[in-house]
């Protein structure tokens, strides 16, 4: 059974950083992409950004990869989204995602974490 399992997400304040990780188990880790969405009160769900089964990252934007770095450790199957000079505009509930190679669709979530980034 695919499961991913978020952590790591919690108050901060603007400038702060946060590590969310994400905990997989079921597939066979190495040959999937990776990626990491966001939903903030309110709003659509968002691409934040992605690690390729080969190591290639994509991000949102220009703002979301500079201050943010998508990483893959596939001997222990977790997939980390490293943040930095977190901005209010931060705050979401991000949730990690899984597809196959080839998949033209993100198959399997995690149920989220939630960031919070307040003064």
């Known amino acids: 059974q695919v499961r991913l399992v978020e952590y790591g997400g919690g108050s901060v304040q603007p400038g702060d950083s946060l590590t969310l990780t994400c905990m997989t188990t079921?597939?066979?880790?190495?040959?999937?992409?990776l990626g990491w969405f966001r939903q903030a009160p309110g709003k659509s769900r968002e691409f934040v950004g992605f690690?390729?089964?080969?190591?290639?990252?994509?991000y949102a934007t220009s703002d979301v990869s500079d201050r943010f770095i998508v990483a893959r450790d596939n001997a222990r199957s977790t997939v980390t989204l490293q943040m930095a000079n977190l901005k209010t505009e931060d705050t979401a509930t991000y949730y990690c995602?899984?597809?196959?190679?080839?998949?033209?669709?993100?198959?399997?979530w995690g149920q989220g974490t939630s960031v919070s980034v307040s003064s």
């Open positions: 995602t899984a597809r196959d190679a080839g998949a033209s669709s993100w198959d399997h």
């Open positions: 079921g597939f066979t880790f190495s040959r999937y992409d």
């Open positions: 690690i390729s089964r080969r190591n290639i990252t994509v």
